[in-house]
């Protein structure tokens, strides 16, 4: 497979990464037109040149805001928050796919800024990741990630430097604390500059497109990119990205970061926990189970468990609120093993069933059918749901 090695040995920003990308064979006219269809040409210009850093070529990318006459464009974007910018992805041209990684990318931030400032995420003005050039980074990210065809995204251990950092908040440690949130399960180094090597933008991008964090990759390149980012130090401000070829990836399964959410509950009816939970897989939820448990005062209850993404915690979090008698919710951070899976179609006398063959090193462990497909079938034709499986057993027409 193809896959995209970041190589993070003097951390990653938004416009390092935008840099390397086009260092790397994305066409800056085609990240540019693509841009356009946000509808926001009046607020920043893309300049593209090339720069060095330690005897280090490559490209270097400056987000130019508010073009001159135009400068409310900056202290309208000051106050954008997650509402705004989820407006300006949705509403824009841009293919599915790139609003879906855009969005991701942004929730992520959004999620750590909350947790780090102690408001709901629906309060959160975002300084930075509300401005412009944020809004460029993170959805150029997506574009270049999609214009790439990469099959996956590897990446080494991230440095994030030291020492202090001036933002609107103040001056904070490095790494910042939205840097930490955002960087909770992935393998960091520190203390390689006194400076902030890898910025929040930065961050969110490494943690939503890697698929893997390795820092020996058994990979062939194909060719290499280098982003220059804008500061000079000790290392070479520089972030280095290469399309390779790996035969498999390092693990042999892969590790995905995850929150376990989790209420008791002692005053909700089995009738009225079933369609909570009904509501929780529906609303996207990795896994929802319940766990029968003893209270205080020797009460009979449930835990509800609830495993999702790190970005879809508060939204889980009120969705329990909202459908359960719960005052309070517990959160625990968590890595995930995930085996890939792949599907086929096998076409039976009733009608086509997907196949699901979970892989280890490319190998089928085990093949089950999809239920809902089974169960759809069998309402149908008016079977038996086992005869459905019994047909599939035969291996289909």
């Excluded at 929802?288 to 790190?310: E, Q």
Aim: include cysteine.
């Amino acid at each position: 497979m193809n896959i995209l090695y970041y190589d993070c040995f003097a951390g990653i920003s938004g416009d390092m990464n935008l840099a390397a990308m086009i260092d790397l064979g994305v066409d800056p006219d085609h990240l540019r037109a693509e841009l356009s269809k946000l509808g926001m040409d009046d607020e920043f210009r893309l300049d593209v040149s090339v720069d060095s850093r330690h005897g280090l070529c490559g490209t270097r990318v400056d987000v130019s805001l508010a073009f001159p006459g135009t400068g409310q464009a900056r202290e309208h974007s000051a106050h954008r928050n997650l509402a705004d910018i989820e407006a300006i992805i949705l509403g824009s041209g841009l293919r599915s796919e790139v609003k879906q990684t855009s969005l991701e990318i942004f929730r992520r931030i959004a999620q750590a800024e909350a947790r780090v400032h102690g408001k709901p995420l629906d309060e959160v003005h975002f300084h930075e990741v509300g401005a412009t050039d944020s809004i460029v980074d993170i959805v150029g990210a997506a574009i270049c990630l999609h214009s790439l065809g990469a099959d996956a995204v590897w990446s080494s251990p991230v440095e994030l430097g030291g020492g202090f950092v001036r933002c609107a908040h103040g001056t904070l440690p490095v790494p910042a604390p939205a840097t930490v949130e955002i960087l909770h399960g992935v393998p960091t180094t520190r203390g390689a500059v006194r400076q902030e090597a890898t910025t929040p933008t930065g961050a969110a991008i490494l943690a939503t497109l890697a698929d893997v964090f390795t820092d020996s990759p058994a990979m062939t390149t194909l060719r290499s990119g280098c982003g220059i980012g804008h500061r000079d130090s000790e290392i070479p401000n520089v972030l280095r990205v290469h399309l390779a070829r790996a035969e498999a990836a390092p693990a042999a399964w892969r590790q995905q970061p995850a929150r376990l959410l989790q209420c008791n509950i002692d005053d909700m009816t089995g009738e009225m926990l079933g369609a909570a939970l009904d509501l929780l897989m529906e609303q996207g939820a990795m896994d929802v189970h319940f766990t029968p448990i003893i209270m205080k005062k020797n009460r009979p209850a449930t835990c509800l468990s609830l495993l999702c993404a790190p970005e879809e915690e508060e939204r889980f979090k009120e969705l329990l609120f909202r459908h359960t008698s719960t005052l309070g919710v517990k959160s625990f951070p968590l890595r995930k093993s995930v085996l890939d899976v792949e599907f086929e179609t096998l076409e039976t006398a009733f009608g086509p069933v997907r196949i699901k063959h979970a892989l280890l090193r490319g190998e089928r462990l085990r093949s089950k059918p999809e239920l809902e497909d089974c169960r759809a079938l069998a309402q149908q034709h008016g079977l038996p749901l086992a005869r459905i499986y019994e047909e599939i057993q035969k291996g289909g027409k």
